[in-house]
């Protein structure tokens, strides 16, 4: 890949869907300053549990297809054009939740050699030459096999690009801060008679909840709620948004807060952004550096 933008930002995510849900706000606002947003999804998501019941009757194989094409709809809505499956489609099949016996599926991510899994990722990261890499922590936010696996994959790929001579400056994590996550469920215990679900999740329930001290970077995505709301969207066999686009669930019918403001974890590098506090731009600083 040729004439590539001086802004390239790589994310490794476990299923269609993780990315909107986690980053999308982040992604949509870089795609639209004109920076190289790369996704890679480790999975087509041919494990999980689909929500309205119209689509039911999907599984396997072809609720995998299903999910792809509601990847590629969500990536129109955040203005991103690079997206690809690892290694290639249904190279690596989903692992299902913790303990299933999908996980001991010889096809499964949870199966993989991280070390194989990690090489093609690598071809990519050769390829696009991101300075930022954006992941899970290594419980996976929440412990999914997947998203383990997806965290060891981006992690060892990383440590293979640098001995292959190219080392990405910044790695970060996904992550909320637990007072945001507290005032968020505090806002939606209030709203949420006026919702389309009867309960609501627990901050306990939010993927990479940690005390507030772990954040490094805050990325205002206000701007692009609207284009986040509609990714999530566009994978409706897995979440129903609320019309206000400020809740969402899954399909345990558990309504959660929509972040538009995402947090993150610096895990390799330095802060571009001197001072004290949080920084505000995953690429601060790095331009001049790359």
């Known amino acids: 890949m040729t004439d590539l933008p001086a802004r390239r930002l790589l994310l490794v995510h476990a299923h269609p869907d993780d990315e909107s849900i986690n980053n999308g706000a982040t992604m949509a606002k870089y795609a639209a300053e004109g920076a190289h947003v790369t996704l890679v999804t480790c999975t087509l998501g041919e494990h999980g549990e689909v929500i309205p019941p119209e689509l039911q009757h999907l599984t396997g194989t072809g609720l995998g297809e299903h999910r792809l094409a509601e990847l590629a709809a969500a990536m129109r809505e955040l203005g991103v054009e690079d997206f690809r499956l690892l290694g290639?489609?249904?190279?690596?099949?989903?692992?299902?939740?913790?303990?299933?016996?999908?996980?001991?599926d010889p096809a499964s991510l949870w199966q993989a050699d991280v070390d194989d899994a990690a090489r093609a990722l690598v071809e990519v990261i050769l390829e696009v030459r991101p300075q930022v890499l954006v992941t899970y922590d290594p419980d996976g936010g929440y412990g999914h096999p997947d998203h383990i696996q997806a965290h060891r994959i981006a992690m060892r790929a990383a440590e293979l690009a640098d001995?292959?001579?190219?080392?990405?400056?910044?790695?970060?994590?996904?992550?909320?801060?637990?007072?945001?996550?507290?005032?968020?469920?505090?806002?939606?215990?209030?709203?949420?008679?006026?919702?389309?679900?009867?309960?609501?999740?627990?901050?306990?329930?939010?993927?990479?909840?940690?005390?507030?001290?772990?954040?490094?970077?805050?990325?205002?995505?206000?701007?692009?709620?609207?284009?986040?709301?509609?990714?999530?969207?566009?994978?409706?066999?897995?979440?129903?948004?609320?019309?206000?686009?400020?809740?969402?669930?899954?399909?345990?019918?558990?309504?959660?807060?929509?972040?538009?403001?995402?947090?993150?974890?610096?895990?390799?590098?330095?802060?571009?952004?001197?001072?004290?506090?949080?920084?505000?731009?995953?690429?601060?600083?790095?331009?001049?550096?790359?």
């Open 88 to 104: 290639a489609p249904g190279r690596y099949e989903d692992s299902g939740m913790m303990g299933l016996a999908d996980n001991d």
């Open 163 to 290: 001995e292959a001579g190219l080392r990405i400056p910044r790695i970060y994590w996904n992550r909320v801060p637990r007072t945001v996550a507290d005032e968020a469920f505090a806002r939606l215990q209030a709203d949420l008679p006026g919702l389309p679900f009867d309960k609501s999740a627990s901050v306990d329930d939010v993927p990479g909840v940690v005390d507030d001290e772990r954040i490094t970077t805050v990325i205002d995505g206000t701007a692009h709620a609207a284009a986040k709301a509609a990714a999530m969207r566009a994978h409706a066999t897995q979440i129903e948004v609320a019309p206000d686009g400020r809740y969402f669930a899954l399909s345990n019918e558990l309504a959660q807060p929509l972040f538009t403001t995402e947090y993150y974890e610096l895990v390799r590098g330095e802060s571009g952004e001197r001072g004290a506090g949080t920084e505000s731009d995953l690429f601060a600083g790095i331009e001049e550096a790359s």
